[in-house]
C-alpha cells in the first residue's frame, strides 16, 4: 500500500573537512551507524539502502557499506546525481516508502573530497587550437577559454554577474557578493562540524586570492570529505514506535527533484535557474505552504555569486529582487528568513555527494531544537536545497513534529 506520509527519524553527519586516515567507507559508516543510533533502531530494521559517492560512483559504494554495517540483503541503490547525489539518495528511499515497497530505509552521502582542486562540469573537453570533431560535446571544438568556461567558479561567476546584469544595482557588485560570504564565515563559528570555523570581515574576503571574479577564495565552497546519512520512516511505522521517537521526527512535506527543461538558450553556461525555480514551485505546492512560512533555509551557496541568485530562484524574495533583499538584512540569524546557519557549503564545506543530506540534517537540528548556540528560536519550517550542474535540484521542506 502506498504511503505519502514520510518522516526523518534519524538524521547525522560527520565533521567536515579533512580526514587523511579515513577512507569514503570508514566516513560513510561512521554516518550511517550515527543516525541509525539517532533514531533508535539498527541496520535490520532498514527495508533499502541508498548510497551516493560521486567521484567513485563505479565502486558500488552501497554494497562496500553493507560490510561494514551489516549485510542484510536489503536492495542497494547505488547513487550518483552531481552536487544533487545526496538528496537523489534521499529521495529514492522516500520514493521505495511512498510505493510500500518497505516502512523504513537508509540513504547515505559521501565523498572524499580534499585536495581535490578545481572541479569541472567536464562538458568541453580539452581546449585546442585545431577545430576537431571528437565526442558529443566536443563536436566542433573544446571551448574552455573560447566560449566562455566550464570550470565551477568561473561557471557561477557569470551567473552571479548575470543576474546583476539583469537586475542592475546601483553599489559595488564584489563588496556584495563579499557581504554574502561574511554572513556565512560567521555563522561557521557556531557549528563545530563545519571544515572552517573562521569569521572574516568583507575586507578580509576581498583580499583573499581571486579564483574568478568576483568569487575570491574565501566565497568558494572548500572541497573536504565528509559523510551524512539519514533514517526515512513512513506515518504508519512512525506511530508504532516510541513517544520519543515520535517527538524528534521531522515532517518531510515535500521532496522534489527536477532536472533542465529544453530551452532555446546558451549552450556553454549553464541554466542554474529555471530548475532551481521548478523545484520551490512544486515544492511549495506539494507543502501547502509559501515562502513566507519558512522559518530557515539551507540553500546550495556552492560561491557567494550563487547564493544570490537563489534568493530569487527560491521565491524567497520579489522576482529581481535578491540585492534588496540580502542588504535587508533578511538573510542573517535574526532576519526574516536566515539562510544557511550552518555557514554554507563556503565555510561548512562541499564534500559533494554528502551535501544535500547535511542541508538536511542542519534543518532537522533546528526543527528538533538542538542547535544549541546558533539554535533558530521557534522553527518549525525550513526548506533545504541543492543544485549539480548537468542539471539536478533537489529541494526539501521540513516540518517540526507535530505528535
Request: hydrophobic share 45%.
Amino acid at each position: 500500500m502506498a504511503n505519502d506520509d514520510i518522516w526523518i527519524l534519524g538524521i547525522n553527519m560527520t565533521k567536515f573537512g579533512k580526514h587523511p586516515d579515513k577512507d569514503v567507507v570508514d566516513l560513510a559508516a561512521e554516518a550511517a551507524l550515527a543516525a541509525l543510533a539517532d533514531g533508535g533502531v539498527t541496520i535490520h530494521d532498514m527495508g533499502v539502502l541508498a548510497a551516493g559517492n560521486l567521484m567513485g560512483a563505479a565502486a558500488g559504494i552501497g554494497q562496500q557499506l553493507q560490510k561494514q554495517i551489516g549485510q542484510t540483503g536489503i536492495p542497494v541503490f547505488n547513487v550518483a546525481n552531481a552536487c544533487a547525489t545526496g538528496a537523489t539518495a534521499l529521495r529514492t528511499v522516500i520514493m521505495a516508502i511512498k510505493a510500500g515497497e518497505c516502512d523504513m530505509g537508509l540513504a547515505v552521502g559521501v565523498e572524499k573530497l580534499s585536495g581535490a582542486g578545481m572541479l569541472g562540469a567536464g562538458f568541453g573537453g580539452a581546449a585546442s587550437d585545431e577545430w576537431t570533431p571528437a565526442g558529443r560535446y566536443g563536436a566542433v571544438s573544446g571551448f574552455e577559454g573560447k566560449l566562455g568556461t566550464d570550470m565551477m567558479p568561473g561557471v557561477f561567476a557569470q551567473v552571479g554577474m548575470e543576474y546583476l546584469h539583469k537586475h542592475p544595482y546601483d553599489g559595488a557588485d564584489f563588496e556584495l557578493f563579499a557581504g554574502i560570504s561574511a554572513k556565512n564565515h560567521f555563522n561557521s563559528t557556531m557549528n563545530p562540524l563545519a571544515a572552517i570555523q573562521k569569521d572574516m570581515s568583507v575586507e578580509q574576503i576581498m583580499a583573499e586570492p581571486m579564483i574568478a571574479y568576483p568569487n575570491t577564495r574565501a566565497m568558494c565552497s572548500a572541497n573536504s570529505d565528509g559523510a551524512a546519512a539519514a533514517v526515512v520512516v513512513s506515518g504508519e511505522k512512525l506511530r508504532t514506535l516510541s513517544k520519543e521517537q515520535q517527538k524528534r521526527a521531522v515532517k518531510v512535506s515535500a521532496s522534489i527533484l527536477t532536472s533542465d527543461p529544453y530551452q532555446e538558450a546558451c549552450q556553454i553556461l549553464p541554466d542554474v535557474n529555471t530548475l532551481t525555480r521548478a523545484a520551490a514551485k512544486q515544492a511549495y505546492e506539494l507543502a501547502g505552504i509559501g515562502p513566507e512560512d519558512l522559518d530557515l533555509v539551507e540553500l546550495h551557496d556552492c560561491f557567494a555569486t550563487a547564493e544570490l541568485v537563489h534568493y530569487d530562484n527560491l521565491m524567497l524574495c520579489a522576482e529581481g529582487n535578491a540585492v534588496d533583499f540580502f542588504l535587508s538584512g533578511a538573510t542573517t540569524r535574526s532576519g526574516k528568513t536566515p539562510v544557511n546557519v550552518s555557514g554554507g557549503l563556503e565555510s561548512k564545506g562541499h564534500p559533494i555527494a554528502a551535501t544535500g543530506i547535511a542541508n538536511i540534517w542542519e534543518i532537522c537540528f533546528h526543527l528538533r531544537g538542538e542547535a544549541g548556540a546558533r539554535q533558530i528560536e521557534g522553527a518549525k519550517v525550513g526548506l533545504a536545497h541543492v543544485i549539480g550542474l548537468g542539471s539536478a535540484c533537489g529541494v526539501h521542506i521540513l516540518e517540526k513534529s507535530g505528535l
